[in-house]
Nanobody, 122 residues
Framework: QVQLVESGGGLVQAGGSLRLSCTPSGRTFSTYAMGWFRQGPGKVREFVATISWNGVSTLYADSVKGRFTISRDNAKNTVYLQMNSLKPEDTAVYYC???????????????WGQGTQVTVSS
């Protein structure tokens, strides 16, 4: 069951920026850890970033450290992924996820969005 909706994906040139948004549908996730995963062409789905329920703690994959920033606004029930200095290897379908954990998403989150395509051209 899809309970998260991503938006903000699209086509961008290398070095550019993009901000993804994730909005719950039908319920609140204000007490859940949230995160982002991605799956590139011919690749397995991989972890990108996660944020604790209160936004205090964040973790990032090594491949995006220093370039991506995850944040959340619980008043708006929305989580964001700000992506800067984009590279062609960032091209993937990006998925928003929520977990019952309050600290960070696990490798198998309970809730998923449908995904949004991000394409970075060279």
């Amino acid at each position: 069951q899809v309970q998260l909706v991503e938006s903000g994906g699209g086509l961008v040139q290398a070095g550019g920026s993009l901000r993804l948004s994730c909005t719950p549908s039908g319920r609140t996730f204000s007490t859940y850890a949230m995160g982002w995963f991605r799956q590139g062409p011919g690749k397995v789905r991989e972890f990108v970033a996660t944020i604790s329920w209160n936004g205090v703690s964040t973790l990032y994959a090594d491949s995006v450290k220093g370039r991506f920033t995850i944040s959340r606004d619980n008043a708006k029930n929305t989580v964001y992924l700000q992506m800067n200095s984009l590279k062609p290897e960032d091209t993937a379908v990006y998925y928003c996820a929520a977990d019952s954990s309050t600290v960070a998403v696990t490798s198998t989150p309970k809730y998923w969005g449908q995904g949004t395509q991000v394409t970075v051209s060279s």
